[in-house]
């Protein structure tokens, strides 16, 4: 009995059929008496049909109109989900990102959520007993216009509206069961994590385990919202996400991710001069392109070599960039290798386990996998690989931490 | 030089294309100096394909989700058409009912407006230049609730603003390019007005030449707003429905209108007692049954015959209503006639001429046609007749008042 704020994504609204479900979910949780507070993304391709339509109008349409455009896919799905719940019996009302309070501030298309008014929901909870259906990705700025939150902005919704609320739980339901120590799909044994610290989701979220954003773990973190990701298909309790976790027996690490989206470049033969480094990463700073891991070679003599990882997709602009202050920075070349990726493994039991970054690269040694990049934090060792070793590596590792 | 209102239907709106074309009309209007605030419908078919997603989920859901939902078609006509004007150049802002200050009652899917707050109108018009395009058909309620105007709603939205804004014009593009003196699909020689009053529009509106709402021209006419009626898809001049207009040389009458929505229903050998007709029509008006033409026979002996039209789509229901009350009504028998027609003349100039009327029954006469009831107001003439008679009886009517 308390409050619990359930997010539902597109997959788990994608049509009727799934939309009831969701109210079944939904009216289950309230039928064992909870008050509840529903959080629902567009349905599946809605909102890329209405990017369509609207590029077929406008390529370049201003980011307020389109957040005009878009926000009302979340009205949409949130009002069918409240008609199946009145199909049902129970007491329900969807409101829109404005109507729920939801102020965020003036960046159209990826605005942040300064604050949530919320007495129209406990207005709705307390004096109606309604079940509340709030539509996720979206808000209003102080003009009165409506503004989206941009990428993972639904599970951002659902953790602010959790913590304003004070809900006693924040429920993602998404098209997986849970958080797993490896993606199931490519490993041989992957468990799925009863519980799971903020620092390590944080972790793993980054390295590209796509079931939570970071910005609403990041919220969850700091207002102390209890978090759980479980299905909307399935009936099985998911991964509780909090603060302190339990480890899991005997084991060191709470997963391994793998993460694709990286890239290597290589400045080769670059002048041994003070401040260089800071002068190649602040140039790319500024066109905000994030660098991961750096490798800066000894100096032999008077060059070195500067190598790092960027996103995939940032490639090639970065090395454009370079190239173009190439005479200021002073290098020979620079090289640049698409073909890595970056497997990394996290756990806060590394904080009191030692060896554990060299169990990682004996299991690499083992498999006779070659390692090009090193980096390491308090709660994670990354290494950068070749793609075409990745999911062995995976494996690997995966099998060196959980089957032994 | 002024302000213009200027209102765009669902096929006006109904793709990219057609988008892009309201958006040429709209700036050439503002390029020419003018302030302009156009009002737009769902695109084509969206309202239905949303109603028919609601049925799925649930046949019997609430006004006030349906509202919801169905807002949405608005708000992405709108937000399109802003983005269109966007890529020609131009200031624009789209804003939702609620943004737009339309305040409504809470009968949600047919709501009434009751005030319009313009001041974000106005600042954006005045300080900013901007063209505003605001969504048809919906407003918000004391409750912030999202409610919609129902049927005709974005003209009756577009008039109120026009009324709210004080603007000059209030210009109705459709896909007719104005009135015409009768459906120009059936009748040959017929005409497009250049003018026509309030009254004429009414009466037109309620036979069945379904260009304008009667609520939008009600209101109209109470707050004096010029209005034009012309088509979006070409670039002619439409019907201007003012207070008084100028009549078309010669002619007594503005047009001729036919309605089949109509069905006649007799009650055969009604005892002949005091107050049986109020009875009958009190028992209609108590189910919002609208009963048109009335005629009592005149009573012969302790009987008599007494007949009146209803909407088709209400036949049934009044039958079965009337057939409840048998005994206490004290009537033989119901005949229901479902296949007869409404054919009407209407024209200002009635006023001042003389045998109208007789002039409209000669030409029936002439053409060999059968007149069942007959009803006549002051700027109206109707006749009930059998549906199979329907487009002979408007040519010859009209053929009598434009060819001669």
New interface residues.
């Given amino acids: 009995m308390g409050l619990i704020v359930q997010k539902f994504g597109g997959t788990s609204v994608a049509n009727?059929e799934r939309?009831?479900n969701v109210a079944r979910i939904i009216t289950d949780t309230y039928r064992q008496g909870n008050s509840v507070v529903a959080v629902l993304s567009a349905q599946g391709d809605t909102t890329d049909d209405?990017i369509e339509?609207?590029q077929?109008?406008?390529p370049?349409?201003?980011r307020?109109?389109?957040d005009?455009?878009l926000?009302?896919g979340e009205?949409?799905s949130?009002?069918?989900c409240?008609?199946?719940i009145?199909?049902l019996g129970y007491p329900v009302?969807?409101l829109?990102g404005?109507?729920a309070g939801v102020q965020t501030n003036s960046t159209y298309s990826s605005a942040k959520i300064k604050k949530i008014r919320t007495e129209?929901i406990q207005a709705e909870l307390d004096r109606n007993h309604s079940i509340v259906i709030v539509t996720g990705f979206q808000g209003i700025n102080k003009y009165?216009?409506?503004t989206t939150l941009g990428r993972g902005g639904s599970d951002t919704s659902a953790v602010a509206l959790a913590a304003a609320l004070k809900a006693d739980l924040c429920q993602i339901y998404t098209d997986v069961d849970g958080i797993y120590t490896a993606d199931p799909r490519y490993v041989k044994g992957a468990k799925k994590l009863d519980e799971i610290t903020f620092d390590e989701m944080l972790e793993l979220a980054s390295l590209g385990a796509q079931v939570l954003h970071n910005r609403s773990v990041e919220m969850a973190k700091k207002y102390r919202v209890n978090l759980e990701v479980l299905s909307s298909f399935t009936k099985k309790p998911g991964t509780k996400v909090k603060e302190v976790a339990k480890q899991m027996e005997k084991t060191q690490i709470s997963g391994v991710a793998k993460d694709k989206n990286v890239a290597r470049l290589a400045l080769v033969n670059v002048e041994d001069k003070p401040g260089i480094a800071y002068k190649v990463f602040s140039l790319l700073g500024q066109k905000d392109i994030n660098v991961d891991i750096i490798l800066q070679s000894i100096g032999r003599g008077e060059t070195q070599d500067i190598s790092f990882t960027v996103k995939r997709s940032d490639a090639d602009q970065a090395k454009e960039l370079l190239e173009e202050h190439k005479a200021s920075l002073g290098f020979d070349r620079i090289d640049v290798n698409k073909e890595v990726v970056k497997v990394s493994i996290v756990g806060a039991g590394m904080l009191e386990n030692a060896g554990v970054a060299a169990k990682m690269f004996g299991a690499l040694y083992d498999a006779d996998i070659n390692i090009h990049m090193i980096s390491t934090s308090e709660i994670k060792v990354s290494v950068l690989l070749d793609e075409s070793d990745a999911n062995a590596a995976v494996q690997a590792i995966h099998d060196k931490f959980f089957e032994e």
């Fill in positions: 009727a939309i009831q209405l339509k609207a077929e109008i406008n370049r349409a201003s307020r109109e389109m005009m455009l926000s009302t009205q949409i949130c009002s069918l409240a008609m199946a009145e199909a009302v969807s829109t404005w109507q129209r009165d216009d409506i």
